[in-house]
């Protein structure tokens, strides 16, 4: 399964309305956004949610974490050969919630493309998106952590890291670029794409809302 672009990912992180039942529910309602407008959604999920969340949805699942460890005697690792046995497609690596050294973060890359996981690598500025572009992943979604969770949008509060970004990857290859902090309305949507990011990754703006059906029919509208 690919990710289609343009393309919105919501990060359910393990905020109450996003894991167990209400991953479900909240899943439900991406993928019900996702059918009506035939828009590309995909979700990420906490590593337990992964099997419940791959079995109830069509829509594209990763995975929140993945280690780079190869079957073994790693007790307690996420590997990915088990995301793929359990429904993922990809999975988060580097959220600035859940950073990986930079030797950790290359073999983490490689692990998912050996078993054909699509891998979405986050960074915090333009040149940490430089530097994880010489690894190859499949996507880079550039979060400047100070504006994650918060009211005003990466891109209005610093579009030039969006711009810069997307410049300083595509120099490197052909990697499509996603933005995210702060993003949530239709507006902020639409700007992050004429800065030249080809998707959002977005967790609160959605996971958090009264209302997140709407949310997300206002946000892929731009798309």
Known sequence: MKLELPILIVNFKTYKEGIGL????????CEKV???????????????????????????????????????????????????????VGTLLNHSEDQYRIDVLEKAIDRARDCKL???VCANNIEIAEAVATFHPDFI???????????????????EVIKGTV??????????????????????????????????????????SSNPEKVLFEMVSVF
């Open 118 to 120: 699509i891998s979405v």
């Open 22 to 29: 209400n991953a479900e529910k909240l899943a439900r309602i």
């Open 141 to 159: 979604a550039v979060e400047p952590p100070e504006l994650i969770g918060g009211d005003i949008s990466v891109s209005t509060a610093k579009p």
């Open 167 to 208: 410049d300083a990857v595509h120099k490197i290859g052909d990697i499509p670029v996603l933005c995210g902090a702060g993003v949530k309305t239709k507006e902020d949507v639409k700007k992050s794409l004429e800065l030249g990011a080809q998707g959002i990754l977005l967790s609160s703006g959605v996971v958090k």
């Open 34 to 88: 996702h059918l009506q407008t035939q828009k590309s959604i995909a979700i990420s999920v906490t590593p337990a949610d992964v099997n419940r969340i791959a079995n109830l949805v069509s829509i594209p699942v990763l995975s929140q974490h993945m280690d780079p460890d190869e079957p073994g005697s790693h007790t307690g690792s996420v590997i990915a050969e088990d995301l793929v046995d359990n429904g993922a």
